[in-house]
Nanobody, 124 residues
């Protein structure tokens, strides 16, 4: 049974940094795609970063490009999202997603497995 558990959310001032973690388990051969999504109140879930696990190829939404970085530690079965230069508009619940799919797209429908989410609040 696949499980994903996010951690690392919290409150931070604009310009600050946070690192989110996603511990995953239950994949027989590991997921080939890991991704981070976020959802603010009243808005649709937005894909912000994806990672092809066997190549470390990454893709980012324009809204976070240059500020956020997705990475993995395959030995620890953990994916990370380093978030720097945070802005108030980054406030949202952040979700980790994973799957074994041909393309690591930044759309929610591409992923079957999700974590429970972790809240990130950016405010002065």
């Amino acid at each position: 049974q696949v499980h994903l558990v996010e951690s690392g959310g919290g409150s931070v001032q604009p310009g600050g940094s946070l690192r989110l973690s996603c511990d995953f388990s239950g994949f027989a051969d590991g997921p080939n795609c890991m991704a981070w999504f976020r959802q603010a109140p009243g808005k649709e879930r937005e894909g912000i970063a994806s990672l092809v696990t066997n190549s470390d190829y990454t893709n980012y939404a324009d809204s976070v490009k240059g500020r956020f970085a997705i990475s993995q530690d395959s030995a620890k079965k953990t994916a990370y999202l380093q978030m720097d230069s945070l802005k108030p508009e980054d406030t949202a619940t952040y979700y980790c997603a994973a799957d074994k799919v041909p393309w690591c797209r930044l759309v929610p429908s591409a992923y079957e497995y999700w974590g429970q989410g972790t809240q990130v609040t950016v405010s002065s």
